[in-house]
């Protein structure tokens, strides 16, 4: 499996509308690293009030955003069964925010993996927008029953 369409990430994901924040996956590579992207529509519900004259992206929209590519990443690498198991994300380091993300971009998710032990999971997060850094952090997921 190389890449995922929005279906598939439905298969694996809980999230739904509006707080779905991958739209695909391009490329993955098992255990190692996964790229995808969500575009920022102005129709977004969190753009009426962050804020009305200044569209922004809110960073923790951001971070949520290389969370779930790396909860899919996890999955591909291991597949679970997601209705005994979920995926939390459970700590963020170094988060920096580099660039505004505005209604129009599209906003580009590369996660790799850092380091796993066990069902503990720490990975390196990119979001960038047309080769710009946006934001960067270091993501700490773990696998739980539900």
């Given at each position: 499996?190389d890449?995922l369409?929005?279906?598939?990430?439905l298969?694996?994901?809980?999230?739904?509308?509006?707080?779905?924040?991958v739209?695909r996956?391009?490329?993955?590579?098992?255990?190692?690293?996964?790229?995808?992207?969500?575009?920022?529509s102005?129709?977004?519900?969190f753009?009426n009030?962050?804020?009305?004259?200044?569209?922004?992206?809110p960073?923790?929209?951001?971070?949520?955003?290389l969370?779930?590519?790396?909860?899919?990443l996890?999955?591909?690498?291991?597949?679970?069964?997601m209705?005994?198991?979920?995926?939390?994300l459970?700590g963020?380091?170094?988060?920096?925010?580099?660039?505004?993300?505005r209604?129009g971009?599209r906003?580009?998710?590369?996660l790799?993996?850092?380091?796993?032990?066990?069902p503990?999971?720490?990975?390196?997060?990119l979001a960038?927008?047309?080769g710009?850094k946006?934001a960067?952090?270091?993501?700490?997921?773990?696998v739980?029953d539900r």
């Open positions: 499996m890449s369409s929005y279906k598939e990430i298969e694996i994901l809980p999230h739904r509308y509006p707080f779905l924040l739209d996956v391009t490329a993955i590579v098992k255990g190692e690293r996964l790229s995808g992207h969500k575009n920022v102005f129709n977004e519900p753009f009030g962050h804020f009305p004259e200044n569209p922004v992206m960073g923790v929209l951001i971070l949520e955003a969370a779930q590519a790396g909860a899919l996890a999955f591909i690498t291991e597949p679970l069964d209705s005994k198991k979920v995926i939390y459970a963020v380091d170094g988060v920096r925010f580099r660039r505004p993300v209604p971009d906003l580009d998710l590369e790799t993996v850092v380091k796993r032990k066990g503990v999971w720490k990975l390196g997060g960038s927008v047309d710009q946006a960067e952090a270091e993501l700490i997921a773990t739980a």
